[in-house]
T-cell receptor
């Protein structure tokens, strides 16, 4: 079945550092890929998405490119801020009428001043 | 527009009891999905409802059940609670199709089983 693998956290970075959170997936067909973010005490929010190969999703300085050849969707940001501290979830939807989004285990990011 | 509302926010139960959690989706949204979130497992899909019909179900035992009402509000029930059921239960709504649309999440119900 569909699955998502994320790098384990926590990831601790200094403010203005470069961020990469790795995500790879296994799916049949042509899934859509997502990054969701969860701030402390809140539900998840969609950060960005990509629906086909080579698409780049971007939002709030974060980017991720849908790489079908490597089945990856790594999240990057050039300069992180303390306010980016949160848990980041990679996810996919397999389409095909299954009406289900599969999430990775999440990566906690802590940015220190 | 009001967001997704989950009640109650916290629950403490003992083993063997049953519990019912409620989720009110964003107005106009007809799809509601439920997830169990635990530190080691991340988000595990429980089930998805659309127009009062369950369209998809995850790999959870039959003790976990749900339903959706005509106003799209949804409930999930866990019977014969076990310690391992302690988790944050999240619901998410979308207009029609969670696999192609943005999911809007509630803040969750934190269930503790003692």
């Amino acid at each position: 079945g569909d699955s998502v693998t994320q790098m384990e956290g926590p990831v601790t970075l200094s403010e203005e550092a470069f961020l990469t959170i790795n995500c790879t997936y296994t799916a049949t067909g042509y899934p859509s890929l997502f990054w969701y973010v969860q701030y402390p005490g809140e539900g998840l929010q969609l950060l960005l998405k990509a629906t086909k190969a080579d698409d780049k999703g971007s939002n709030k300085g974060f980017e991720a490119t849908y790489r079908k050849e490597t089945t990856s969707f790594h999240l990057e940001k050039g300069s992180v801020q303390v306010s980016d501290s949160a848990v980041y979830f990679c996810a996919l939807s397999g389409g095909g009428g299954y009406q289900k989004v599969t999430f990775g285990t999440g990566t906690k990011l802590q940015v220190i001043p | 527009k009001a967001g997704v509302t989950q009640t109650p926010r916290y629950l403490i139960k003992t083993r063997g009891q049953q519990v019912t959690l409620s989720c009110s989706p964003i107005s106009g949204h007809r799809s509601v999905s439920w997830y169990q979130q635990t530190p080691g497992q991340g988000l595990q899909f429980l089930f998805e409802y659309f127009s009062e019909t369950q369209r998809n179900k995850g790999n959870f035992p039959g003790r976990f059940s749900g339903r959706q009402f005509s106003n799209s509000r949804s409930e999930m029930n866990v019977s014969t609670l076990e310690l391992g059921d302690s988790a944050l239960y999240l619901c998410a709504s979308s207009a029609e199709s969670p696999s192609t649309e943005k999911l809007f999440f509630g803040s969750g119900t934190q269930l503790s089983v003692l």
